[in-house]
């Protein structure tokens, strides 16, 4: 059984259906799945959505695509995406993602998955595909987009002035200035724009006092 699932099923990441299909030739497929999460031949990440496990798996499962595929539409951004792009140094253990639908977080066999609702107006807005798994595109907010996103979704900074936002870029995020002179300042504002917000103005305004925009 497990040589043929994994012929049928190349990607480490799958849903029911397609599980379904690969196991179409059993006459109880339902017991089969059974049988498979028992052993644990395959995990179940939520309901409907599986990875194969450890000793099993052909290459280590995509953490980003199983975050585009829990809870959606939905990309990743905020806190997961600044670490990725090396904006921030603390190592992030959540997969953080926003979404026009409404908040959510799933604790799962694998992770923590954490959804922000944003504006819907805003929110195709700096939407990228990536691969952090060679082979394996994902959706995920520009490096602007995903800085945005955190300075929105965290209300209880009381930043008021361009001064306070420096203050929170450099010293609570610690964001090299450097990096953030590389942002596109008006990339910034036209968000800011959709989701109207005054603090993103003040972001795009910080970012223009550090160089940003002159490259």
């Not at 049988?35 to 798996?57: E, H, N, Q």
């Not at 939407?127 to 995920?140: F, K, N, S, T, Y």
């Not at 590389?182 to 724009?193: A, C, T, V």
């Amino acid at each position: 059984m497990i040589e043929e699932l994994r012929t049928r099923i190349a990607g480490e990441e799958f849903d029911y259906q397609i599980l379904l299909d690969a196991l179409g030739s059993y006459a109880r497929p339902r017991d089969a799945i059974t049988r498979l999460l028992r052993d644990r031949v395959i995990i179940r990440v939520k309901k409907g959505m599986y990875v194969f496990g450890p000793a099993y798996a052909r290459r280590p499962y995509c953490l980003e695509l199983l975050a585009n595929l829990v809870y959606g539409p939905s990309y990743i951004s905020l806190d997961y995406a600044l670490q990725y792009y090396g904006l921030i140094p603390e190592q992030v253990h959540a997969v953080t993602s926003v979404t026009y639908a409404r908040s959510k977080r799933f604790q799962t066999p694998v992770g923590l998955f954490i959804y922000r609702s944003v504006p819907l107006l805003g929110y195709p807005r700096g939407m990228d595909r990536v691969e952090p798994v060679q082979g394996v595109p994902v959706l995920m907010a520009t490096r602007e987009k995903a800085l945005v996103d955190k300075v929105r979704d965290d209300r209880g900074t009381g930043i008021g002035s361009v001064g306070g936002m420096l203050s929170y870029l450099l010293q609570d995020l610690r964001i090299d200035d450097g990096a953030l002179a590389k942002l596109d300042p008006e990339e910034i504002e036209q968000i800011g724009e959709l989701y109207r917000s005054r603090r993103i103005r003040f972001l795009a305004a910080a970012i223009r006092s550090l160089g940003g925009g002159q490259r």
